[in-house]
T-cell receptor, first 113, second 115 residues
Framework: KQEVTQIPAALSVPEGENLVLNCSFTDSAIYNLQWFRQDPGKGLTSLLLIQSSQREQTSGRLNASLDKSSGRSTLYIAASQPGDSATYLCAVMIKAAGNKLTFGGGTRVLVKP | EAGVAQSPRYKIIEKRQSVAFWCNPISGHATLYWYQQILGQGPKLLIQFQNNGVVDDSQLPKDRFSAERLKGVDSTLKIQPAKLEDSAVYLC?????????????FGQGTRLTVV
């Protein structure tokens, strides 16, 4: 059974500092890993998708890496801004059982001005 | 391209009442997911469809929850009777059949409060 863990559960940083969010998973037989952002009371917004054959993916200030062999992904957000305050969730899509999507518990981020 | 549509956005009911949520996935997406997200936690998969067949419903409390996806398009999730612990956001998502670049798209969710 695939298990996805995100540590820490909460993170507070001053504006301008780089953010490093971690995601680990137990089963390396994945199609891909997605990072999502969730604002309070809202749905999920997809940030980045890394395919199983890729090592990293970049979009603006966001960079996500994937190490399938160790079951880890890291999301880096450069030069954080107060608008980056949100909950960040990672999810892995596994090959078995018709692309099941399993989520971690999320990291709640607060960027202080 | 239209996104995943869910309704209603909010619902307040008393315990032991019934409630239904509706989801319209992105056109052409064979896979449809229903998730339950309790405040402060990550989403938990309740049921996954591929076309109109159930792929995984291992975490669906079948004594009170039911879901269907008629004609492999729209889906309805029902709770009857509701309990206080069912208070959560119910998220619907859809995707194409699994490939390495398959992305899941989510609706805005339905926030259910059971009082």
């Amino acid at each position: 059974k695939q298990e996805v863990t995100q540590i820490p559960a909460a993170l507070s940083v001053p504006e301008g500092e780089n953010l490093v969010l971690n995601c680990s998973f137990t089963d390396s037989a994945i199609y891909n890993l997605q990072w999502f952002r969730q604002d309070p009371g809202k749905g999920l917004t997809s940030l980045l998708l890394i395919q199983s054959s890729q090592r990293e993916q970049t979009s603006g200030r966001l960079n996500a890496s994937l190490d399938k062999s160790s079951g880890r992904s890291t999301l880096y957000i450069a030069a954080s801004q107060p608008g980056d305050s949100a909950t960040y969730l990672c999810a892995v899509m596994i090959k078995a059982a018709g692309n099941k999507l399993t989520f971690g518990g999320g990291t709640r981020v607060l960027v202080k001005p | 391209e239209a996104g995943v549509a869910q309704s209603p956005r909010y619902k307040i009911i008393e315990k032991r009442q019934s409630v239904a949520f509706w989801c319209n996935p992105i056109s052409g997406h064979a896979t449809l997911y229903w998730y339950q997200q309790i405040l402060g936690q990550g989403p938990k998969l309740l049921i996954q469809f591929q076309n109109n067949g159930v792929v995984d419903d291992s975490q669906l409390p079948k004594d009170r929850f039911s879901a269907e996806r008629l004609k492999g398009v729209d889906s309805t999730l029902k709770i009857q009777p509701a309990k206080l612990e069912d208070s959560a956001v119910y998220l619907c998502a859809s995707s194409l059949v699994g490939r390495p670049n398959t992305e899941a798209f989510f609706g805005q969710g339905t926030r259910l409060t059971v009082v």
